[in-house]
Structure formats: C-alpha cells, structure tokens
C-alpha cells in the first residue's frame, strides 16, 4: 500500500499549537485561559483515573463504594466536570492500585 506524499510547506504552515490557543483562549495568565487549562487538567486527570477504573474491572459505583462517595461524583469527575480535592484523588488513586509520587 503506497502512503501519500506529505507536502512539507503545507505542514511548515500549520500554526503553532499556542497560536491556536491564544486565538481561542486567550494570552497566557488570562482568566479565560486558565479556566481552559484548569478545564483540560481536570479532563486530563478524570481520563487517567476512568482508564485505571476500568483496567481495575471495576465500577464507578464499586469505586463510589470504596472511597465513601457517590457514583454520580466519580462520573462528574471522569468527565473533567467537577474540580476535585487532592485528598480524593488520592484516595481514588489508592483504591485504584496507583502510586503516586509528586517531584
């Protein structure tokens, strides 16, 4: 199967990633801007945790059990909709068989 032919100054074009960001987001340090990248850490965050729910083959209502909330808080939390404690994510983390270690 022949691949086509990448056109480097079509790709040499392409705007930069923070281009793209300050366009829709605003400059660095904005509010608008850091509401984007807190909204995007917790997605980032919920992603990691949901992955590491399902690879454990458990529930959100069995990890709900587990750590003493509700099903509806662990899915607010899968979907990057809620900003949570690092009290609770670490307690997530642990009952997910995580280890984290902070650098």
Known sequence: ?????????KVKALPEAEELLTARHGAKGTPSRMAFEA??????????????RKAAHMTQQELADKIGKKREYISLIERGETDMQLSTFFQISEALGLHISLT
């Open 39 to 52: 909204k995007a850490r917790a997605w980032y965050y919920g992603e990691i945790l949901k992955d590491a």
């Open 1 to 9: 199967m022949r691949r086509p032919k990448i056109d480097m100054e």
